[in-house]
């Protein structure tokens, strides 16, 4: 699923125009991008929680060349989903996903 498709979801379940639902959606993401970006997790029930890691720079190698290059440090993303979210991906079958992205 792509932006698009999911405004157009986001549109129908919420009973809502395509740029109302768009702006909701930019306005959820800028949140989660702003809180993570300060450096808090975010955490929403049933979905699961977003957080900010370091990651220690490191020595790699340049594909092309064979080289060694030096990897800074930085932060990263991690998403650790709920045990709903788990348990409903791992319970539902093709058919249950297929006939939702239909609708």
């Known amino acids: 699923m792509n932006k698009k498709e999911l405004v157009s979801l986001i549109a129908k379940n919420g009973s809502m125009s395509s740029a109302q639902a768009d702006l909701a959606l930019e306005a959820v993401t800028g949140s989660i991008a702003g809180s993570l970006t300060l450096g808090k997790d975010l955490r929403i029930q049933g979905l699961g929680t977003f ?53």
């Open 51 to 103: 957080s900010v890691i370091p990651k220690k720079g490191r020595k790699g190698r340049n594909p092309r060349t064979g080289e060694e290059i030096e990897i800074p440090a930085s932060r990263v993303v991690r998403f650790k989903p709920a045990k709903g979210l788990k348990e409903a991906v791992n319970g539902w079958s093709y058919s249950q996903i297929w006939c939702m992205s239909i609708f």
